[in-house]
């Protein structure tokens, strides 16, 4: 059976079944009580015993995981409190990552993959603007159309303004306020920074699950920092994202001894945020289900009752750092806090959560048979890498030398998608004339019935604006995939 020491006081400790790691958790408590150095403590765990974790690093803090830490007095002091054997200063091997492709490797997706419901929910669509972006996805599914990037996004929204009355048969009143909503949501979001996000080469989930050459598990810490200044609500929507297709693609691995993956969600309250049912519903069902592909989640917030209690009731593994209570909507949220433990007759859960001290919790893992323990109050572990943030140039030294290095760093454009939709619209064109020397000649007859396809009138609409600066964007943007073989 492999453990992970979570810390210990009095002859006590607390180790967590490494088998239990997929039943996901919780740490939260007030700003400055010790958060971040049990995320810390817990990666470092998790890595020791060959599982691979993923983490945001809020704070850029936690950078430090990557180099070995340093003794000092108080680190000292606390090992031998908790009473830790073989405590050593060592580094874990790590990748880091970033959104805007600055800190880390560029982190990337394409529209098509996020979905209608998660990009929805990043634009803050309402029904209706939510139903329009539906029908956009279905229109280019319907017609092998990739939207890859904002690019292809908005074009196909602006193409489908001009199209409505013939779209409208097939795929329901488009209205163009919907339409002009969206697109004024996407110029905010681009505002933001997220057209570094949606693009090509797609992030391979495989790269969050690696191991190093000694069996450690490799530690992907993704720069949330910027982020969630510029935008909070695409970090929220990143992880859902994540862990979306985490359970579409892992496969089921049962009762194993280990985690394959485990995740940690620093700002968890940002992920539920004004979040509506439908997505919740997906989060919580997602939750319940994921641990059978073999992926822990632990999310991090102030209180554990900024998760819907639907995600709370799923978390065995339980830390709980200081909470202060100084307003009686204060002391409630502490009393339903501590009613979120089992019970242990030498603590009076309620009065200990206010008397914490910094790096000091309450802590509940699970037993063996899957039932929560008895609340114990410990000192969690130091960790045995740095404590704080490295240096810029040891950051950029270690993406250097990253194994993935290059994969991600080259954004993909298809130059070739320009010459390859000219050359289809010039063949459109002559189409065009040959069927209208064919109606022309049979006009006697009557006139033949030729209804336009989304494809073609789109091909139509692209040929009139070939030649022009704006025109081969959105052509590329739009059809580039449709004729590059993919």
């Not at 803090?61 to 050593?88: H, W, Y």
């Not at 992030?203 to 191991?211: E, N, P, Q, R, S």
């Not at 065009?432 to 336009?452: D, P």
Request: charged share 25%.
């Amino acid at each position: 059976m492999q453990e992970i020491l979570i810390g210990g006081q009095n002859g006590v400790k607390v180790v967590m079944d490494a088998a239990m790691g997929n039943r996901h958790g919780m740490i939260s408590g007030a700003t400055g009580t010790g958060k971040t150095i049990t995320l810390q403590r817990l990666a470092e765990g998790f890595s020791r015993i060959g599982v691979p974790v993923f983490l945001a690093d809020i704070k850029g803090d936690l950078s430090g995981i990557t180099m070995a830490g340093q003794a000092n007095d108080k680190i000292a002091e606390r090992v031998k409190q908790i009473g830790i054997e073989g405590f050593q200063h060592r580094a874990n091997p790590a990748v880091f990552w970033d959104v805007f492709g600055k800190t880390g490797h560029p982190v990337r997706t394409t529209i098509s993959d996020m979905g209608p419901l998660l990009l929805g929910n990043l634009l803050e669509l309402n029904d209706t603007q939510t139903g329009v972006l539906y029908s956009c996805f279905k229109i280019a599914d319907d017609n092998g159309l990739l939207l890859l990037d904002l690019k292809d996004l908005r074009a196909m929204l602006a193409w489908m303004g001009e199209e409505a009355k013939e779209l409208q048969s097939e795929y329901g009143n488009i209205s163009p306020a919907s339409i002009g909503a969206i697109q004024r949501q996407l110029l905010v979001l681009e505002e933001q920074g997220a057209e570094h996000f949606f693009g090509e080469p797609g992030l391979a989930i495989a790269d969050f699950c690696k191991t190093d050459f000694s069996g450690n598990g490799v530690i992907s810490i993704l720069d949330a920092t910027d982020l969630t200044n510029k935008s909070p609500r695409l970090y929220a929507t990143f992880l859902l994202w994540l862990l979306s297709e985490l359970f579409e693609n892992l496969p089921e691995v049962g009762d194993a001894d280990r985690p394959k993956l485990v995740l940690f969600f620093d700002e968890a309250h940002l992920l539920f945020d004004q979040a509506p049912k439908a997505l919740s519903d997906k989060i919580e069902q997602i939750v319940r289900l994921i641990r059978s592909k073999g992926v822990g989640v632990y999310f991090i917030s102030q209180s554990p009752l900024d998760i819907p209690e639907g995600i709370l009731g799923q978390l065995g593994f339980k830390v709980q750092h200081a909470l202060r209570a100084y307003t009686p909507k204060d002391q409630q949220v502490v009393k339903s806090v501590a009613e979120t433990f089992r019970s242990n007759p030498k603590i009076d859960t309620e009065a200990t959560i206010q008397e914490l001290k910094t790096g000091e919790a309450l802590v509940s893992v699970l037993n063996k048979d899957g039932s929560p323990t008895p609340v114990e109050r410990i000192f969690i572990c130091p960790p045995e890498s740095q404590l704080g943030p490295i240096t810029d140039p040891q950051r950029l030294d270690l993406i250097s030398r990253s194994p993935l290095y290059g994969r991600y760093e080259q954004e993909i454009d298809r130059e070739s998608a320009y010459e390859m939709l000219k050359n289809k619209a010039v063949q459109q064109e002559a189409e065009e004339a040959e069927q209208e020397e064919t109606k022309a000649s049979a006009k006697s007859a009557g006139r033949a019935s030729n209804r336009q396809s989304v494809t073609e009138a789109l091909l139509k609409s692209a040929a009139r604006t070939i030649g022009t600066t704006v025109g081969r964007q959105i052509v590329r943007g739009i059809l580039g995939s449709l004729f590059s073989g993919r």
